[in-house]
Protein backbone atom coordinates (compact mmCIF):
# COMPACT_ATOMS: atom_id res chain seq x y z
CA UNK A 1 0.00 0.00 0.00
CA UNK A 2 1.17 3.16 -1.13
CA UNK A 3 0.82 5.82 2.24
CA UNK A 4 -0.31 9.67 2.10
CA UNK A 5 -0.50 12.11 4.08
CA UNK A 6 -4.70 12.15 4.02
CA UNK A 7 -4.32 8.54 4.32
CA UNK A 8 -2.26 8.66 7.42
CA UNK A 9 -5.14 11.39 8.38
CA UNK A 10 -3.93 14.89 7.57
CA UNK A 11 -5.44 16.40 4.21
CA UNK A 12 -3.42 19.46 3.47
CA UNK A 13 -6.19 20.34 0.97
CA UNK A 14 -8.52 20.26 3.20
CA UNK A 15 -6.60 22.12 5.71
CA UNK A 16 -5.94 25.05 3.05
CA UNK A 17 -9.84 25.40 2.76
CA UNK A 18 -10.67 25.50 6.58
CA UNK A 19 -8.13 28.41 6.73
CA UNK A 20 -9.44 30.01 3.78
CA UNK A 21 -12.87 30.17 4.95
CA UNK A 22 -11.77 31.02 8.42
CA UNK A 23 -10.11 34.03 6.89
CA UNK A 24 -13.17 35.13 5.03
CA UNK A 25 -14.85 35.29 8.23
CA UNK A 26 -12.50 37.01 10.22
CA UNK A 27 -10.36 39.06 7.51
CA UNK A 28 -6.81 38.45 6.53
CA UNK A 29 -4.61 41.18 8.74
CA UNK A 30 -1.42 40.04 10.03
CA UNK A 31 0.05 42.54 11.81
CA UNK A 32 -1.35 45.71 13.87
CA UNK A 33 -0.01 48.94 14.44
CA UNK A 34 0.96 50.79 18.22
CA UNK A 35 2.26 54.41 17.58
CA UNK A 36 3.54 53.74 14.62
CA UNK A 37 5.56 50.77 15.21
CA UNK A 38 4.22 47.31 13.36
CA UNK A 39 4.10 43.96 15.00
CA UNK A 40 2.77 40.75 14.14
CA UNK A 41 1.67 37.87 16.10
CA UNK A 42 2.63 34.15 15.46
CA UNK A 43 1.12 31.17 16.76
CA UNK A 44 1.90 27.60 16.72
CA UNK A 45 2.28 24.04 18.27
CA UNK A 46 5.05 21.10 18.08
CA UNK A 47 2.12 18.52 16.96
CA UNK A 48 1.87 14.87 16.98
CA UNK A 49 6.15 15.08 17.65
CA UNK A 50 4.93 15.43 21.04
CA UNK A 51 4.17 11.64 20.55
CA UNK A 52 7.60 10.50 19.77
CA UNK A 53 8.94 12.55 22.61
CA UNK A 54 6.35 10.38 25.06
CA UNK A 55 7.16 6.97 23.56
CA UNK A 56 10.85 8.14 23.96
CA UNK A 57 10.62 9.27 27.61
CA UNK A 58 13.21 12.57 26.14
CA UNK A 59 10.98 15.96 26.78
CA UNK A 60 14.19 17.57 27.10
CA UNK A 61 14.04 19.04 22.89
CA UNK A 62 10.32 19.23 21.93
CA UNK A 63 10.08 23.33 23.38
CA UNK A 64 13.26 23.99 20.79
CA UNK A 65 10.41 22.76 18.54
CA UNK A 66 7.53 25.04 19.76
CA UNK A 67 10.00 28.16 19.80
CA UNK A 68 11.10 27.61 16.37
CA UNK A 69 7.88 27.13 14.50
CA UNK A 70 7.01 30.26 15.89
CA UNK A 71 10.21 32.52 15.19
CA UNK A 72 10.64 31.25 12.07
CA UNK A 73 7.25 32.35 10.58
CA UNK A 74 7.95 35.79 12.23
CA UNK A 75 11.01 35.82 9.87
CA UNK A 76 8.93 35.20 6.96
CA UNK A 77 6.64 38.26 7.99
CA UNK A 78 9.51 40.28 8.18
CA UNK A 79 9.48 40.54 11.51
CA UNK A 80 12.05 40.44 14.13
CA UNK A 81 10.91 37.89 17.12
CA UNK A 82 10.59 39.47 20.52
CA UNK A 83 8.82 37.69 23.08
CA UNK A 84 7.04 34.64 22.93
CA UNK A 85 4.15 33.06 25.78
CA UNK A 86 3.86 29.20 25.44
CA UNK A 87 0.63 27.04 26.49
CA UNK A 88 1.14 23.45 28.15
CA UNK A 89 -1.75 20.96 28.64
CA UNK A 90 -1.38 18.12 30.32
CA UNK A 91 -3.13 14.51 30.68
CA UNK A 92 -1.99 15.09 34.88
CA UNK A 93 0.58 17.43 35.73
CA UNK A 94 3.65 15.89 36.16
CA UNK A 95 6.61 18.18 37.67
CA UNK A 96 9.67 16.48 35.94
CA UNK A 97 8.07 16.53 32.64
CA UNK A 98 7.13 19.68 33.11
CA UNK A 99 10.90 20.74 33.90
CA UNK A 100 12.39 19.10 31.00
CA UNK A 101 10.11 20.89 28.66
CA UNK A 102 11.26 24.00 30.04
CA UNK A 103 14.63 23.36 29.12
CA UNK A 104 14.02 23.43 25.41
CA UNK A 105 12.12 26.27 26.00
CA UNK A 106 14.57 28.21 27.25
CA UNK A 107 17.07 26.96 25.42
CA UNK A 108 15.14 27.86 21.95
CA UNK A 109 14.74 31.35 23.44
CA UNK A 110 18.27 31.66 24.11
CA UNK A 111 19.44 30.49 20.19
CA UNK A 112 16.20 33.05 19.18
CA UNK A 113 17.52 36.60 21.00
CA UNK A 114 13.98 36.20 22.51
CA UNK A 115 12.38 36.62 26.06
CA UNK A 116 9.56 34.23 27.71
CA UNK A 117 7.37 36.47 29.26
CA UNK A 118 4.62 34.27 30.37
CA UNK A 119 2.58 31.14 29.77
CA UNK A 120 -0.52 29.05 30.53
CA UNK A 121 -0.97 25.50 32.01
CA UNK A 122 -4.05 23.07 31.88
CA UNK A 123 -5.18 19.93 33.26
CA UNK A 124 -7.22 18.25 30.26
CA UNK A 125 -7.61 14.24 31.59
CA UNK A 126 -10.93 14.00 28.80
CA UNK A 127 -9.06 15.85 26.36
CA UNK A 128 -5.36 15.56 26.28
CA UNK A 129 -3.35 12.05 26.40
CA UNK A 130 0.28 12.56 27.52
CA UNK A 131 0.61 16.67 26.92
CA UNK A 132 0.12 19.32 24.12
CA UNK A 133 2.99 22.75 23.50
CA UNK A 134 1.85 25.44 21.84
CA UNK A 135 2.86 28.84 21.65
CA UNK A 136 2.63 32.41 20.67
CA UNK A 137 5.80 34.96 19.38
CA UNK A 138 5.65 38.50 19.02
CA UNK A 139 7.52 39.80 16.55
CA UNK A 140 8.48 44.20 15.41
CA UNK A 141 8.25 44.15 11.39
CA UNK A 142 11.57 45.46 10.42
CA UNK A 143 11.91 44.23 6.69
CA UNK A 144 9.96 45.13 3.60
CA UNK A 145 10.25 42.88 0.92
CA UNK A 146 10.72 43.74 -2.21
CA UNK A 147 8.50 42.54 -5.71
CA UNK A 148 9.32 39.28 -6.56
CA UNK A 149 9.87 39.28 -10.27
CA UNK A 150 11.33 36.51 -13.06
CA UNK A 151 14.50 36.05 -12.83
CA UNK A 152 14.78 36.22 -9.18
CA UNK A 153 17.13 33.74 -7.31
CA UNK A 154 15.70 31.17 -4.73
CA UNK A 155 17.90 30.40 -1.96
CA UNK A 156 17.43 27.39 0.41
CA UNK A 157 19.06 27.00 3.81
CA UNK A 158 19.40 22.98 5.24
CA UNK A 159 17.17 21.79 7.76
CA UNK A 160 17.90 19.48 10.63
CA UNK A 161 15.58 16.71 9.33
CA UNK A 162 12.47 16.44 9.67
CA UNK A 163 11.44 19.38 12.10
CA UNK A 164 7.71 19.73 13.42
CA UNK A 165 6.24 18.39 10.37
CA UNK A 166 4.66 15.70 8.55
CA UNK A 167 4.94 13.39 11.87
CA UNK A 168 1.71 12.17 11.41
CA UNK A 169 2.50 10.30 8.17
CA UNK A 170 5.99 9.37 8.92
CA UNK A 171 4.95 7.47 11.99
CA UNK A 172 2.49 5.39 10.81
CA UNK A 173 5.00 4.39 8.29
CA UNK A 174 7.00 3.24 10.96
CA UNK A 175 4.04 1.68 13.01
CA UNK A 176 3.38 -0.28 9.61
CA UNK A 177 6.45 -1.48 8.92
CA UNK A 178 6.64 -3.19 12.47
CA UNK A 179 9.19 -0.62 13.78
CA UNK A 180 9.20 1.54 17.39
CA UNK A 181 10.97 4.21 18.07
CA UNK A 182 13.43 2.29 19.84
CA UNK A 183 14.54 0.33 17.16
CA UNK A 184 17.88 1.29 14.92
CA UNK A 185 18.11 1.64 11.32
CA UNK A 186 21.47 1.05 10.11
CA UNK A 187 21.44 4.46 8.22
CA UNK A 188 19.86 7.05 11.06
CA UNK A 189 20.81 4.88 14.12
CA UNK A 190 17.56 4.80 17.07
CA UNK A 191 14.57 5.53 14.98
CA UNK A 192 13.26 8.03 17.79
CA UNK A 193 16.44 10.25 18.68
CA UNK A 194 16.63 11.11 14.77
CA UNK A 195 12.42 11.91 14.87
CA UNK A 196 13.51 13.99 17.84
CA UNK A 197 16.01 16.40 16.34
CA UNK A 198 14.89 19.91 17.29
CA UNK A 199 13.52 22.24 14.54
CA UNK A 200 16.38 24.28 13.52
CA UNK A 201 15.92 28.36 14.22
CA UNK A 202 16.94 30.63 11.67
CA UNK A 203 16.28 33.77 13.04
CA UNK A 204 20.57 34.62 13.63
CA UNK A 205 21.05 34.39 9.71
CA UNK A 206 17.79 35.97 8.98
CA UNK A 207 18.61 38.90 10.44
CA UNK A 208 22.30 39.13 9.11
CA UNK A 209 20.74 39.02 6.01
CA UNK A 210 18.23 41.30 6.04
CA UNK A 211 20.43 43.99 7.58
CA UNK A 212 23.21 43.93 4.48
CA UNK A 213 20.60 42.90 1.33
CA UNK A 214 16.79 43.54 -0.36
CA UNK A 215 15.11 40.66 0.27
CA UNK A 216 12.00 39.71 -1.86
CA UNK A 217 10.15 36.91 0.54
CA UNK A 218 10.95 33.99 2.80
CA UNK A 219 8.97 31.02 2.93
CA UNK A 220 9.43 28.51 6.17
CA UNK A 221 9.28 24.72 4.64
CA UNK A 222 7.08 23.16 7.12
CA UNK A 223 3.82 21.21 6.52
CA UNK A 224 2.83 21.10 3.07
CA UNK A 225 6.05 20.96 1.87
CA UNK A 226 7.03 22.90 -1.22
CA UNK A 227 3.33 24.51 -1.20
CA UNK A 228 4.63 27.16 1.27
CA UNK A 229 6.16 28.72 -1.40
CA UNK A 230 3.11 29.83 -2.50
CA UNK A 231 2.07 31.92 -0.21
CA UNK A 232 5.33 34.07 -1.05
CA UNK A 233 3.28 34.65 -4.23
CA UNK A 234 0.52 33.59 -5.85
CA UNK A 235 1.11 35.00 -9.48
CA UNK A 236 4.67 33.71 -10.01
CA UNK A 237 6.23 30.07 -10.48
CA UNK A 238 8.97 28.47 -8.03
CA UNK A 239 11.17 26.40 -10.04
CA UNK A 240 13.49 24.15 -8.08
CA UNK A 241 15.91 23.33 -10.31
CA UNK A 242 18.45 21.85 -7.60
CA UNK A 243 16.83 20.84 -4.67
CA UNK A 244 18.66 20.20 -1.59
CA UNK A 245 19.88 16.82 -0.59
CA UNK A 246 17.00 15.57 1.74
CA UNK A 247 18.90 13.64 4.81
CA UNK A 248 18.71 9.52 4.95
CA UNK A 249 15.78 9.82 7.65
CA UNK A 250 13.13 11.00 4.52
CA UNK A 251 14.49 8.63 2.17
CA UNK A 252 13.47 5.59 4.88
CA UNK A 253 10.09 7.08 5.32
CA UNK A 254 9.69 6.85 1.34
CA UNK A 255 10.99 3.69 0.87
CA UNK A 256 9.43 2.22 3.65
CA UNK A 257 5.72 3.88 2.93
CA UNK A 258 6.39 3.19 -1.22
CA UNK A 259 5.98 7.18 -1.07
CA UNK A 260 5.87 8.67 -4.63
CA UNK A 261 8.03 11.50 -4.79
CA UNK A 262 5.25 14.75 -5.29
CA UNK A 263 3.78 13.55 -2.17
CA UNK A 264 7.16 13.91 0.08
CA UNK A 265 7.71 17.04 -1.62
CA UNK A 266 3.82 18.19 -0.57
CA UNK A 267 4.09 16.46 2.83
CA UNK A 268 7.76 17.23 4.17
CA UNK A 269 10.57 20.04 4.01
CA UNK A 270 12.86 17.30 2.13
CA UNK A 271 16.18 18.96 3.61
CA UNK A 272 15.36 22.60 3.06
CA UNK A 273 14.25 24.35 6.25
CA UNK A 274 13.49 28.21 4.84
CA UNK A 275 13.32 29.44 1.36
CA UNK A 276 14.87 32.89 0.51
CA UNK A 277 13.82 34.64 -2.79
CA UNK A 278 16.10 37.60 -3.88
CA UNK A 279 17.70 39.60 -6.53
CA UNK A 280 20.06 37.42 -8.86
CA UNK A 281 23.51 40.30 -7.96
CA UNK A 282 22.48 39.85 -4.67
CA UNK A 283 23.35 36.26 -4.40
CA UNK A 284 27.29 35.95 -4.08
CA UNK A 285 26.79 38.42 -0.83
CA UNK A 286 23.44 36.31 0.92
CA UNK A 287 25.39 32.87 0.62
CA UNK A 288 28.42 34.16 2.29
CA UNK A 289 26.58 35.40 4.89
CA UNK A 290 24.24 32.42 5.11
CA UNK A 291 26.68 29.77 5.31
CA UNK A 292 28.75 31.61 8.15
CA UNK A 293 25.64 30.10 9.96
CA UNK A 294 23.92 26.92 8.14
CA UNK A 295 23.78 25.17 5.02
CA UNK A 296 22.97 27.24 2.22
CA UNK A 297 22.71 27.05 -1.73
CA UNK A 298 21.00 28.25 -4.74
CA UNK A 299 18.10 25.71 -5.23
CA UNK A 300 16.27 27.32 -8.08
CA UNK A 301 14.82 30.76 -9.93
CA UNK A 302 11.46 32.30 -10.43
CA UNK A 303 9.56 32.05 -13.70
CA UNK A 304 6.99 33.11 -15.28
CA UNK A 305 4.08 31.22 -14.58
CA UNK A 306 2.28 29.82 -11.10
CA UNK A 307 2.06 27.30 -8.57
CA UNK A 308 5.73 25.12 -7.92
CA UNK A 309 7.81 22.30 -9.79
CA UNK A 310 10.73 20.36 -9.64
CA UNK A 311 11.75 19.50 -12.97
CA UNK A 312 14.12 16.95 -12.24
CA UNK A 313 11.89 14.80 -10.32
CA UNK A 314 8.86 16.21 -12.62
CA UNK A 315 6.69 17.49 -9.80
CA UNK A 316 4.45 20.09 -10.29
CA UNK A 317 2.04 21.64 -7.80
CA UNK A 318 -0.21 23.82 -8.84
Same mark, same amino acid.
Given at each position: ??????????????? $??????????????????? %?????VLCTDGVGSKVIVANEMKKWDT?????????? %????????????FVDYLAMEKMDVEKAKEIAKGLKKGAEESGIEIIGGETATLPEIIRGFDLAGTCLGIIEKKFNEIKEGDIIIGLKSNG?? +?NGYTLARKVFKENGYSFQDEIEEIGVIGNELLKPTRIYVKEILHLWNEIDIKGIAHITGGGLR??????? =?????? =??????????????????? +? @???????? %?????????? +????????? @??? %???? $????????????????????????
Open positions: MEFTYAKAGVDIDKE $EDVVKNVLDILGRKNRIEV %NGMKFIGIDCIAMNV %NDCLVLGARPLALH +SKLKRVNQ =EVCFCI =EEPMQPQPIFKIIQKLGKI +S @DKEMYQTF %NMGMGMAIIL +SREDVDTAL @DIL %NKYV $EAKIVGMVKKGKGVEIPKLKIYVN
